[in-house]
């Protein structure tokens, strides 16, 4: 997860960054159950609306977030398919709320209503996601269901009055691009504090849709038009958070942004970004799916690493013999083609290693997600000085 409000609130002030703790485990992002009521374009999970058989127990959870717990984990997004049809989610929520953990939830939004918003309250969530895929023709295109832009703007308005931390998510593609300005637009109108933006990847029904991703100078206007309000919202004063996701060239382009906006706080920003250091899918990132298969991040569910309901979960990210885990937990990782020679490889890590796995077989190729040219990386020039 990249947090440009992070780094931009840091260079409009001349006090040192704060220094961010080290992660004493990886956030776990937890794929409670599979089924879901809506059957989106972009699904990683491929849901239904149907029941998943091998899905944990309350008891197995239970077991697995001990487990996680004594092994350093403190935050746990607990996702789906959609986690509001898992009928023991309120209890694992207490659960973990008792055990210490940070507890987010990733929603469609379509099922929060009246019925269900005091047990959203009182389970003391930290933060609620809520997908928006467009306004609202698109987003019903998007999720295959009409009235599904209208369900989830109600759901984010009630955790907005109930005093929930809660804010947007959108996945960015061809199809939508267009409406990213009215959706940022959304977020003034509605007050929202969070704005969340995932670059499609490419999994699940994602991958079957990968022709809807965007051409990369779309997604550098993109990535530009959420730098700019971001900024806007750092000379206001304004404390709206503005993150993204599945695609670590961000932090490259919010470099070169600087350099075309502010560059005099160039250095700084490169201080901070190589600290960051990049895509931490196998490190600081895991994924454990609906059965307890657990991945290197929520875009690996073709390959398991192995079950907690076989080993603890503890014991798997440990491993190194498997040989992806092997190579996602070197600092340098065995990268090839353009990567490899990437005058930014000390601030993405190599970007996701997903998609260069699912279009060539070959997990440490170039990343073809990266929208930033051979020119731009310093690719080009050394090809140049070889020839």
């Known amino acids: 997860m990249f947090r440009i409000s992070r780094y931009l609130h840091a260079l409009n002030s001349d006090a040192p960054p704060r220094k961010a703790p080290a992660p004493t485990g990886p956030v776990v992002i937890w794929n409670l159950v599979r089924r879901c009521n809506l059957t989106c374009k972009h699904c990683y999970a491929t849901s239904a609306d149907k029941d998943f058989p091998g899905e944990l127990s309350t008891e197995q959870v239970f077991a697995v977030m001990d487990d996680l717990r004594a092994y350093g984990v403190s ?137 809807d991703d965007l051409h990369h100078r779309m997604t550098r206007h993109a990535m530009d038009l959420l730098f700019d309000v971001c900024w806007d919202d750092v000379a206001a004063g304004r404390q709206r958070e503005f993150v993204t996701g599945n695609n670590d060239a961000d932090g490259a382009w919010l470099l070169l942004w600087a350099e075309r906006t502010i560059p005099g706080r160039v250095p700084r920003l490169k201080a901070m970004l190589e600290r960051w250091g990049g895509n931490a899918s196998g490190v600081n990132i895991a994924n454990i799916d609906n059965e307890g298969r657990v991945h290197p991040d929520t875009m690996w569910w073709d390959y398991s690493l192995g079950k907690v309901t076989e080993r603890p979960f503890s014991a798997i990210w440990e491993d190194r013999s498997d040989p992806l885990m092997a190579g996602l937990k070197q600092r340098q990782r065995p990268l090839e083609g353009r990567c490899a020679g990437c005058r930014y490889l000390t601030i993405c890590n190599g970007n996701s290693r997903t998609r260069a796995w699912r279009l060539t077989g070959n997990p440490w190729a170039e990343d073809p997600g990266c929208y930033l040219t051979d020119a731009e990386i310093g690719t080009l020039t050394r090809s140049a000085a070889v020839a």
């Open 75 to 211: 935050v746990l997004i607990l996702s789906g398919g959609e986690p509001l049809m898992r009928p023991d989610l309120f209890e694992i929520a207490s659960r973990a709320k008792s055990l210490g953990f940070y507890i987010g939830l990733s929603t469609n939004g379509t099922l929060i209503g009246p019925d269900n918003l005091e047990a959203i309250v009182e389970a003391d969530f930290d933060y609620v996601g809520i997908s928006l895929d467009g306004l609202r023709a698109t987003h019903d295109r998007f999720r295959r269901r009409e009235g599904a832009f209208d369900d989830a703007l109600r759901g984010i308005r009630l955790c907005r009055d109930a005093g929930l931390k809660v804010g947007m998510r959108f996945t960015l593609t061809r199809d939508n691009a267009a409406e990213l300005p009215d959706l940022l637009r959304l977020m003034d109108d509605e007050d929202i504090g969070k704005f969340y933006l995932s670059h499609l990847n490419y999994a699940g029904r994602g991958y079957r849709n990968r022709g």
